[in-house]
Every structure is written in C-alpha cells, then in structure tokens.
C-alpha cells in the first residue's frame, strides 16, 4: 500500500507545470537572409510566369478568321476573270488580282509612305493618290517614289481535286492549273511578303 508520501509525489508529477508553460507552436520571425530568399524566390516565380504568359500570346492565334491579322476566306466565286479588275477586299485590306501568270493577294497599301493606291481601269494600273506611284496589276512597280512593288499576303488555293497551291517566298502569283476548279481560297493577312525592288 502507498503511503501518503508517495500518493502526493504522484500527483505532484501527473500535474503540468504552470509556471514554465511554452506555446505549442513556436513562429520564429525568419531573419534577414530568409527574408531576401523570399523575395528573390518571388520575382524569379514573377518573371518566369509572365515569360510564359508572353510564349502562350505569341504561340497561339492573335487573330479571329476574317480579321485583319488573320486568314480571310475568299470565295472563288468573286475570282475576277484573268486580267479583270482586281477584287478589294476592304476588311482585309487586300486586292485579289487574277493575272496571266496566275492569282495573287497584293496588300492595299502604298510601299512609299502608307497611302491606299487605287485601281484605275482606264489605265490598266493601280495609282496612288498621294505621290503618284503606279503599279502593275500583279503589284510591280512602275513609277514614283515607292521603292518597292506593291507588298503581298501569303495565300493558299484549294482545288476541287483536293491538292493546293501557296505563294512562294517570292510573293509571285499562284499559277492555276488548266482543268483545276477552285474549291477554296485562303489569304493570310497575317504574313507578309515584301513586294519586288526596282
Ligand atoms: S504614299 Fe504612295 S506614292 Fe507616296
């Protein structure tokens, strides 16, 4: 049996001090080298996540079919026949020439300072208003201070037969095929080929 002086000894250990009591969870404030990890850790997460942000915007389209920047389907039924007057396409800022030696999207703006050159039919030729540069129906230039043809957008001609045709890298014009119906007619505004030099 105990006695009463170990029954108080027990007791006396079972019991939590009260006088040494220490919070269960100790939030140490992080020093001054901690404090600049942070920081540093945080700007490269900053920087890395905006560098990603931008290849996803340069990645993926900018453009909605049919805006300007963007592919613009034109409907081969409003061809021109060879040797018409070019097609202007006003939302894509583009005239669809058909030519002897083919078709081809010349981008409606002077190469010289940025004015629209007009097809004018009395002289076969586009012209522009502003300083008189002229160009050729398939967008070489003529005369005038421009210093380039006329500049023009990649296009992709699909034929009933299933193949296709694109402009090349020197922006010249498709060739059509004898015996090949044009199924579909795609120019990209969004790539742009720099018209011939003179
Ligand atoms: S802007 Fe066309 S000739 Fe000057």
Not at 28 to 38: G, L, N, Q, S
Not at 145 to 164: E, N, Y
Not at 171 to 179: N, T, V
């Amino acid at each position: 049996m105990a006695t009463t002086s170990q029954a108080v000894e027990r007791a006396s250990v079972a019991r939590p001090s009260t006088a040494t009591t220490e919070p269960a969870v100790r939030m140490d404030a992080p020093t001054r080298r901690e404090f600049m990890y942070y920081i540093w850790g945080a700007s490269i997460a900053l920087l890395l996540g905006q560098a990603t942000a931008g290849l996803i915007w340069f990645v993926f389209p900018r453009f909605r079919e049919g805006e300007f920047g963007g592919i613009f389907p034109f409907d081969p039924a409003d061809l021109p026949p060879v040797n018409a007057a070019p097609d202007w396409v006003a939302g894509g800022r583009f005239h669809v020439s058909n030519t002897d030696d083919g078709l081809l999207a010349l981008y409606g703006v002077c190469t010289h300072l940025g004015c629209l050159p007009k097809w004018v039919a009395s002289n076969v030729r586009f012209e522009c208003p502003c300083h008189g540069s002229k160009f050729t129906r398939n967008g070489t230039y003529i005369e005038g201070p421009a210093p380039r043809g006329l500049d023009r957008f990649r296009t992709t001609i699909v034929f009933t037969d299933g193949t296709s045709a694109e402009t090349d890298e020197t922006g010249g014009p498709i060739p059509i095929p004898d015996g090949k119906t044009i199924a579909e007619i795609r120019v990209n505004t969004g790539s742009k080929i720099l018209g011939p030099g003179h």
